[in-house]
T-cell receptor, first 110, second 112 residues
Framework: RKEVEQDPGPFNVPEGATVAFNCTYSNSASQSFFWYRQDCRKEPKLLMSVYSSGNEDGRFTAQLNRASQYISLLIRDSKLSDSATYLCVVKTSGNTPLVFGKGTRLSVIA | GAGVSQSPSNKVTEKGKDVELRCDPISGHTALYWYRQSLGQGLEFLIYFQGNSAPDKSGLPSDRFSAERTGGSVSTLTIQRTQQEDSAVYLC??????????FGSGTRLTVV
């Protein structure tokens, strides 16, 4: 079983739609959680951290369910510029490297 | 510099040749990570450095791969006797605290 699993998509949604991505992780010792965004042929960039209480950054909302080992990302009012691959990322302790999922591809269509 | 710098940005090499990939991290970032990303795949961890030491080499796929870091700064990833399956984008990231990573734009390696 892969350490971080995501639906690869693609998710094709119209502008203005709300879309949600899910991710599951297998290592119960995981302590830190993130969503990264990767544009085509570019490097990944941090989108947001994910906190146990859930957190919001503008149109983006992240949720964590430790009991189910499940992370979600909700994007409201999708923009064309949101088209990218969204990577679910987990980390155990401070000195361990980030573990990346394969990503979910989103295409927002005009 | 302001960001993580990697060179070369593109490298085409013949099967069997050795290649060296360079990463120049953000000044002051003590942690440095190498990943690779094959076409359509996720990021695969290779090795990380804390200062000049490499506490975790578990991701290096074979003994043809090695990496070093000198002066707590620049790192070099070397692949000896390259094979076609080594073709990928090699990404370097640096971090101050081990949590927030800044990636370079990568080296796209093609082995022909």
């Amino acid at each position: 079983r892969k350490e971080v699993e995501q639906d690869p998509g693609p998710f094709n949604v119209p502008e203005g739609a709300t879309v949600a991505f899910n991710c599951t992780y297998s290592n119960s010792a995981s302590q830190s959680f993130f969503w990264y965004r990767q544009d085509c042929r570019k490097e990944p960039k941090l989108l947001m951290s994910v906190y146990s209480s859930g957190n919001e950054d503008g149109r983006f909302t992240a949720q964590l369910n430790r009991a189910s080992q499940y992370i979600s990302l909700l994007i409201r009012d999708s923009k064309l510029s949101d088209s990218a691959t969204y990577l679910c990322v987990v980390k155990t302790s401070g000195n361990t490297p980030l573990v990346f999922g394969k990503g979910t591809r989103l295409s927002v269509i005009a | 510099g302001a960001g993580v710098s990697q060179s070369p940005s593109n490298k085409v090499t013949e099967k069997g040749k050795d290649v060296e990939l360079r990463c120049d991290p953000i000044s002051g970032h003590t942690a440095l990570y190498w990943y690779r990303q094959s076409l359509g795949q996720g990021l695969e961890f290779l090795i990380y450095f804390q200062g000049n030491s490499a506490p975790d080499k578990s991701g290096l796929p074979s003994d043809r791969f090695s990496a070093e870091r000198t002066g707590g700064s620049v790192s070099t990833l070397t692949i000896q006797r390259t094979q076609q399956e080594d073709s990928a984008v090699y990404l370097c990231a640096s971090s101050l605290d081990g949590y927030g990573y800044t990636f370079g734009s990568g080296t796209r390696l093609t082995v022909v």
